[in-house]
């Protein structure tokens, strides 16, 4: 096949009836608990879905990759998911046999040969089942369809594909199983007692990281220029920055992250937007939007700085500083430099403001910082 025959082959796929082209799509490597499907199609399987990891995902591009895949699954609108059988994978190989050689890098193409290897292997004994598969979302803007599309959602805000709030992730936490994260991968909680004894007798440890929904990020993703101390301090879903230092303490939740060089050293939970050049200390705390049912995002803007073990439940504009110890709820009475008398939430998203606590008084005021205060990150620190 010469690439014009590939692509008349891409434009016969697409204009086949109810062909929609995916806004994300994305082969990877799925693991369940011990049953496992037999048929093709995953769509409503009751098979337990402990991870899906796609090494690379694809954002309203790639969309010839997309119609091949597309074709040999039988996919066509909407969202699905999908065993690939070495037979598939290869006639997709075979399919993007024209780009080889070219002098470009083709990841999906990298990734398929991986897959093709993976499939021609033995089986790892005590590990969980794993199937390649590929995973197709029509529409980003609606509620995930099922774990794998919530993984791929997860991969591309980690990947740096869609920043925080920028698809939907609607009822994800009904959607995912609670999960065994160890260093060997992750396995059902059901089913991991048996396993780890069968590993003790073999003299092997499966060593348990953590029990929960969210794996790590950095067992998934490694985002390029960004510098994490503890890894398990950040979920999967998190978006990092280039530029972004997560020192020990700092910790960084789904769906929220940086939007260019920052210093965390306290916690962004989930929903939170940092701004370029913005500072949360150590022991700092952001309100996120899942405790409470609370639907108010907070945002930090730029060259911000929230001092250590400040508190923060309002957003803020450009050149902010929160004095440390001090949190600013929405409901925090704060004193006006005038003398008046406000509720927090109605300067929320304003530039230029130091918040503090009166250190005679015991009130919490704003005062107009006018360029003065804070002298912002450390150049060298964030050239990562």
Partial sequence: MSIDAFQHTVREIEARPGYQRPAAFAVGIATYGITVPEHCSLIGSPARILDTWYPVVNLAENVGSAAILAQLCGWTHGAG????????????????????????RHAN????????????????????????????????????????????????????KVKPHGQSLEGIFGLLNNTVWTERGPYDPE???????????????????????????????????????NADRV???AHLAEGTTVMHEGFCNFNAGTLGKSMVEGRISAGVLVGNGSDIGGGASIMGTLSGGGKE?????????????????????????IEAGLYVTAATKIRLPDGGIVKAAALSGRNDMLLRRNSQSGAVEVLHKQGGGWSGLNAALHSN
């Fill in 297 to 321: 995002v907070v945002r930090i803007g730029e060259r911000c700085l929230l001092g250590a073990n400040s508190g923060l439940g309002i957003s803020l504009g450009d050149d902010c500083t």
């Fill in 191 to 229: 089913t991991f007692d048996a396993i780890r004894l069968r590993l003790r007798a073999q003299g092997r440890i499966a060593t348990v990281i953590g029990v929960d929904k969210f794996p790590r990020m950095t067992d998934y993703v490694l985002p390029t220029g960004v510098r994490i101390a």
């Fill in 81 to 104: 998911t999908f065993d690939l059988s070495l037979e598939q994978v290869e006639a997709a190989l075979v399919a993007f046999a024209p780009f080889e050689g070219d002098g470009k």
């Fill in 109 to 160: 193409i990298e990734v398929l040969r991986s897959m093709a290897e993976l499939l021609r292997s033995a089986p790892r004994v005590l590990s969980s089942p794993r199937r390649v598969v590929v995973t197709f979302i029509a529409d980003l803007a609606a509620k995930p369809h099922d774990a794998h599309d919530v993984y791929l959602r997860l991969h591309l805000l980690s990947q740096r």
């Fill in 235 to 237: 979920r999967l879903g």
